[in-house]
């Protein structure tokens, strides 16, 4: 009885919970254990984590440009002449979930836009579902003006209004598009495998081959339902509008999805995304209590199909908007809040753990693999830049190794590596450049500026991308727990 409860202990929220800032805890204090246990084996260790990380920013360099080249490609292939559009496409059925809750009118209208002026010929099988907010009537209302403006389009567009009154819901984006799809089930009869769901911003606006991509990368992968689909995010909408740091922080989520991409074994799905109707409803729709649910949604798909389940990129293209508020402190607060919602990803553990230990069929190896790379993951986000700044200056930790050689030459080599790794931005700032102007206009000064701006990449990332993850995990480990999706603000087009 004692080792049931024990085992209960170890897998409920209450322990799980305090993982993600122990292990953060862990990775500055492991280099100072080694450096009071055995010196030279410590400075080995700060020289092994620096190398590390110096390889890995040129390895990420190398996985975008590949990435960005397998978008090019993709995106110049005429698919309406392939045999799988002509044939076989005519079957599939689209249905784009847009939530929308206190974006303006314009922003909605400019996504539906680009919905309609899609090259895809098989249109009237395309399905707009306006998720709207019974709390919120504003939206209600854009919603109906919007169906009534189009109603002469090709496509459908459905308005469902999500209760705020339906039990073991918190106020989160998957509770309302769950029910907007479930509600649109009993409307229609859908062929679950031939029916693709595709979940988008509000602010995203598709690129005219948007739907060729998708139908066709569905139809010819193997195991198609066992997958979920992730589409390449560019946020181009209000580039050259607002602040450099939202710039910045937009164009490094961009460089994340296109790296990661092509690492498919821990590639996750993020903000845009589709998956079948069939896969859908075998992972129970959405979350309804996370406000993360995007990535989530992977590891309910994941469990729920025994491990024979991937994330496939497919490079089409949704612009979306940068942060962009009133004024500069809104600005920072809004961005300071969608990168901490982001982050939150660190409750993934919660629920992940207690899958692997009930699920028998996945290998052991897997589950330690998933679990290692999940821990060390959330603890780098929020302290990875952090640690890389002061991990040379550790051995002044120890007095008596101050007027030490070693000790002297380790911060200032380490100081030197940590500045070569930020002189290669001149990688990221062109490649921003290569990138975004095929999405927005560039002025003559939007060369120089956007270059340059790159300059204060080192302070973001010692300020904006740790320490919102860093009180994500401090919120999780005292049980303050974020229990609802403040969504950010869009402003007029």
Known sequence: MNNKKQESFFLSEKFLSKLPLTFLFLIFLIPIVILKINYKVGLYFIAFYVSYWTVKAFESYIYIIASYIKLLKVNKKDYIKTKVIKEDAKKLKHVVIVPIYSEPFSVIEDNILSIIANDFPYMENITVLLATE??????????????????????????????????????????????????????????????????????????????????????????????????????????????????????????????????????????????????????????????????????????????????????????????????????????????????????????????????????????????????????????????????????WIFDHLKNSTATLAVPLSTSIIFTWIFATIAFPSIASVLIMRKYTHFRKRDYILNIFQWITIPILALTLFSIPAIESQIRLFFWKRIDSFETTAKMKR
């Open 134 to 395: 019974e709390r919120w009537p504003n939206a209600i209302i854009d919603a109906e003006l919007i169906i009534e403006r189009f109603k002469n389009s090709p496509i459908k567009i459905v308005n469902i209004i999500h209760p705020s009154w339906l039990k073991w819901e918190w106020k989160v984006k998957g509770s309302n598009i769950s029910y907007a799809v479930k509600k649109y089930e009993e409307l229609v009869e859908l062929d679950e495998n031939m029916t693709l769901i595709h979940t988008i911003d509000t602010d995203t606006k598709v690129e005219k081959n948007f739907f060729l991509i998708t139908s066709f990368f569905f139809l010819t992968v193997e195991k198609p339902n066992n997958a979920i689909y992730q589409y390449t995010p560019v946020y181009s909408n209000n580039w050259s509008k607002w602040t450099f740091f939202a710039r910045l922080i937009a164009m490094w989520t961009t460089f994340w999805q296109l790296s990661e991409s092509q690492n498919p074994e821990f590639y996750r799905n993020f903000a845009v995304y589709w998956q079948s109707l069939h896969c859908l409803k075998k992972s129970d729709y959405w979350s309804k209590t996370s406000i993360v649910e995007d990535g989530f949604q992977y590891w309910r798909s994941y469990f729920a199909f025994d491990w024979v389940f991937r994330i496939v990129n497919v490079p089409a293209v949704c612009r979306m908007d940068i942060v962009e508020e009133v004024n500069l402190y809104r600005t920072i607060k809004s961005q300071y809040k969608q990168l901490r919602r982001w982050s939150w990803w660190c409750t993934d553990i919660e629920f992940v753990i207690p899958e692997f230990f009930k699920n028998k069929k996945i290998k052991l190896y897997e589950k330690l693999r998933k679990t290692i790379y999940l821990a060390l993951n959330h603890a780098f986000w929020a302290g990875g830049s952090i640690m890389l700044f002061v991990i040379g200056y550790f051995p």
